[in-house]
């Protein structure tokens, strides 16, 4: 099935459908969601996930700016990639080119676990980069130095096997798939965002593209570069998230210019989706901040 028949099944149920388009970019058909006028605001999922996971704050965005929220390769109803084209970098070149069809030069970038960064490697490759950037349970280290590598391989192995995707989609497995996925993410979901991951996780392609993104992600090097990024850049970590620990989300604040850590009580992994109203402010006070003249 092609990510735009994928989309015909459940486009009347999918939240902010009104919002959605399919453009084609860098030879992927992307499924983008885009609202609001005014300054761009690019929002990029984290992996496993689709741009629903910012449906709440992309409504609370878009009443000021034109928001920007696309599936990324092989996730969600975006095109999936054979393995040897995804990568950080790659990814941050498709970006370029979907946002070049769209107009589009963000502001602001909005990133959610590994969508941080591969904002962070968009904001060091573009020729015009953000004057700031929200990263939310950040997974710029989310294994720990010591396990990424060994990680790494598995992840490149698991990225070659063309059955386990199909298996874990299989209604045997997806129902448990699901529940456990979002428990162990610290967070509560509503019943639309728990059927919107089921129909994600019912989708071997969508999980290939999960394994194979995770497979792709080269972190170091980023992590080595970050201290080039010269734009605010808000660590937003919070302190239920058993995904992603607090303190691996925001271990990287030392290597950022104009780093910021921000610690939210009490929500999961997907805080975002939990309480929009908390992130819609971090990022009204990120823009404010990064307005304001600096003191020397």
């Known amino acids: 099935m092609t990510s735009r028949a994928a989309w015909e ?36 999922h984290g992996a496993g996930a689709s741009s629903h996971s910012f449906v709440e704050l992309a409504e609370r965005l878009s009443r000021h700016h034109r928001v920007i929220a696309p599936d990324l390769p092989g996730q969600g109803f975006s095109t999936l990639l054979p393995t040897h084209a995804v990568g950080l970098a790659p990814f941050a070149h498709y970006l370029e080119a979907l946002l070049t069809r ?21 904001a060091l490759q573009t020729a015009s980069p953000p004057e700031a950037m929200l990263c939310i349970n950040a997974a710029f280290n989310p294994f720990g130095a010591g ?10 192995w698991l990225a070659g096997n063309q059955w386990l995707p199909k298996v874990l989609a299989s209604p ?74 607090p303190e691996r989300s925001t271990s990287v604040a030392s290597q950022l210019r104009r780093g910021r850590t921000v610690l939210v009580p009490d929500l999961g992994h997907l805080a975002h989706e939990e309480a929009p109203d908390i992130f819609e402010q971090l990022f009204s006070e990120m823009v404010a901040a990064s307005a304001a003249p600096s003191v020397t």
């Open 9 to 44: 099944v459940v486009a009347d149920f999918w939240p902010r459908a009104d919002t959605s388009q399919f453009v084609r970019a860098a030879e992927i058909d992307f499924h983008v969601q885009v609202s609001g006028d005014g300054d761009d605001v690019l929002m990029l």
């Open 102 to 122: 769209l107009g589009a030069a963000p502001r602001w970038v909005i990133g959610h676990s590994a969508g941080a960064a591969l904002a962070a490697q968009y």
């Open 147 to 156: 396990a990424a590598p060994l990680f790494s391989r598995a992840a490149r």
């Open 172 to 245: 045997a497995l997806r129902w448990r798939a699901t529940g456990s996925m979002l428990a162990d993410t610290g967070s509560s979901v509503d019943p639309t965002m728990s059927r919107c991951y089921d129909v994600l996780l019912g989708n071997p392609d969508h999980i290939a593209g999960t394994i194979r993104m995770m497979a792709g992600w080269d972190l170091p090097p980023l992590v080595a570069a970050l201290s080039r990024l010269d734009m605010p850049v808000w660590l937003v970590a919070a302190e239920g998230d058993r995904t992603i620990p």
